[in-house]
């Protein structure tokens, strides 16, 4: 009988103080693995998201609640900034090129957003079927939108007040579907696209017809949401928010700053769990050594006479360690099991609510160092107890039977 299977027999004969070990490292692993695929992911994608996006401007009001909305599109946005700051920002040499969106309406929990077909092109997007709109109330598709919704090219939709699409809904101008983007695993996803002029025309006509008097008052008036800016030169880096910042309407923020600080926020609560996974780790250390150190007071006899059938004191240090190490070795899958299982369910989770996607299928290469790090927990546990069954007094032990 080889150590490995030796060893699991023993285990086996202590399945409440097995089970328990195995429980305390499993959850450890699992919440750490958990972590990591989580973050790493998320930071991943709002990351790609907020690439070459140098500077958000919006209306005055939170600069986080600006990021979140004009780029990740998780917040309700601050206001609207007068048309006249688009054509005051493309002028400004520092400024090499600014994508204004106009928000305010959703379908189906989907965002619909008013754009210039350079937005899609920013994120390297392609289109799936169809085309781009090339008129008011023509729209293009995230590929998780069309997905979801089951809507394709030449469908029909109509959007609805609130950027969750919740509110009353314009069925008097309806959206047609000329285009679906193949999927980016960006933010382009989970939109509805359209023209600016679209989201101008929705909400003029709630105010019904107008002569040519109201029209020109009402195009006077028009707004957008946000402005996605690019620097023309890093130099901009250093003036050119202090520069909007001074206008009385505007409020300019910083993508890498502020999500920077987002992460920031969120690292106080990851910490803690992290640090509560350690601590559950270590105790599954302790449970292990508890465990040995226990089953060799048990077993003493045992390993005495396996001395004198020829076992070596090295062989009786390997069957020690060796416990630790399978036990370590069980909970560290099962961890990891469970840790994918985790942000799988998460996932899931964030999907139904059409939030940022997660996935517990990627794998991340911390894993393999926190599965070193647990196996070396469950080696050094096992340490004293089979350095003890290495110095095991044969005689003596059978003296006292």
Do not use: C
């Not at 991943?44 to 907020?50: L, Q």
């Not at 085309?131 to 469908?155: C, D, I, N, Q, S």
């Not at 206008?247 to 969120?266: N, V």
């Not at 020829?310 to 469970?338: D, I, K």
């Amino acid at each position: 009988m080889n150590l490995a299977s030796l060893s699991a027999s023993y285990l086996r004969a202590r399945p409440l103080q097995t089970g328990l070990s195995l429980i305390l490292l499993a959850l450890g692993v699992g919440t750490i693995v958990m972590l990591v695929l989580v973050v790493s992911q998320l930071e991943e994608r709002m990351g790609r998201d907020a690439r070459g996006i140098d500077l958000v401007v919006g209306a005055k009001g939170s600069p986080m609640q600006i990021i979140l909305s004009g780029i990740y599109h998780l917040d309700a946005p601050t206001g609207n900034v007068p048309l006249a700051s688009i054509q005051a920002l493309t002028k400004n040499r520092m400024v090499k090129r600014v994508m204004p969106l106009a928000l305010g309406d959703g379908w189906k929990g989907y965002r619909v957003v008013g754009a210039g077909h350079d937005y899609p092109e920013h994120y390297g997007a392609k289109l799936a079927a169809g085309r781009y709109w090339e008129k008011p109330m023509e729209a293009v598709l995230g590929a998780e939108v069309a997905a979801r919704t089951g809507v394709g090219v030449g469908g029909r939709f109509a959007g609805a007040h609130g950027v969750s699409g919740q509110g009353d809904e314009h069925g008097a101008a309806p959206y047609s579907v000329v285009g679906v983007l193949g999927r980016t695993g960006s933010v382009l996803d989970r939109l509805v696209l359209t023209s600016i002029e679209s989201v101008w025309q929705v909400h003029e006509e709630e105010h019904g017809p107008a002569g040519e008097e109201d029209r020109r008052a009402r195009e006077a008036k028009r707004e957008v949401t946000v402005l996605l800016v690019q620097y023309a030169s890093p130099l901009a880096a250093a003036t050119l928010p202090r520069s909007i910042n001074s206008q009385s309407e505007l409020q300019a923020a910083s993508p890498a700053y502020e999500t920077a600080r987002l992460f920031r926020i969120i690292g106080v609560g990851v910490e803690a769990l992290r640090a509560f996974a350690v601590v559950l780790i270590v105790a599954a250390g302790l449970s292990v050594f508890v465990a040995l150190y226990t089953a060799l007071e048990e077993r003493r006899y045992d390993l005495a006479v396996m001395r004198t059938l020829g076992a070596s004191p090295a062989r009786l240090f390997g069957l020690l360690l060796a416990e630790g190490l399978l036990l370590a070795l069980v909970g560290t899958a099962l961890g990891l099991a469970l840790g994918h299982g985790f942000a799988s369910a998460l996932g899931l989770l964030l999907s139904a609510e059409q939030q940022y996607p997660v996935t517990g299928l990627a794998f991340r290469i911390e894993e393999l160092w926190l599965a070193a790090v647990a196996l070396m927990v469950g080696a050094a546990a096992a340490l004293l107890p089979a350095w003890r069954a290495y110095r095991t007094d044969v005689a003596r032990i059978l003296a006292q039977g």
